[in-house]
């Protein structure tokens, strides 16, 4: 894992935590996280207020572009959709790329003294 520390609004965290959930449930049962020498990479960097994260697998099984998306896929799409973001997602043989990008809000996170 690689960025800096970045605050979210308790909705956004919310959000972002059910993505990454999905994404690596689906890695450990059929991405590079199924097998012992898979691994993942995860970056993110924050450019004006917007933060832009890429998850990717490398090692694992090949990937191959499902004929149908589940309720998972669909619920990523939707979520980021809703919070004004947008994700593509690529179906590398050598390992799944998923890259995501939304805009943070502008309020700063609550001071803690």
């Known amino acids: 894992m690689d960025g800096r520390d970045v605050f979210l609004q308790p ?20 991405g590079s996280l199924s ?7 995860v970056q993110w960097s924050v450019v004006d207020n917007r933060l832009t994260l ?6 694992g ?3 191959v572009e499902p004929t149908r998306h589940g309720a998972g896929t669909k619920l990523i799409k939707a ?13 590398d043989p050598a390992g799944l790329i998923v890259q995501m990008g ?6 700063a996170p609550p001071s803690t003294s």
């Open 79 to 91: 979520m980021l959709t809703a919070l004004g973001g947008e994700i593509d997602t690529r179906f």
């Open 35 to 41: 097998v012992a020498t898979g691994q993942l990479t």
């Open 11 to 30: 909705k956004l965290a919310l959000s972002m935590a059910l993505l990454l959930h999905e994404l690596a449930t689906n890695a450990s049962k059929y």
């Open 102 to 107: 939304l805009h943070l809000s502008d309020s």
């Open 54 to 59: 890429q998850w990717r697998e490398s090692g």
């Open 61 to 63: 099984p090949t990937v």
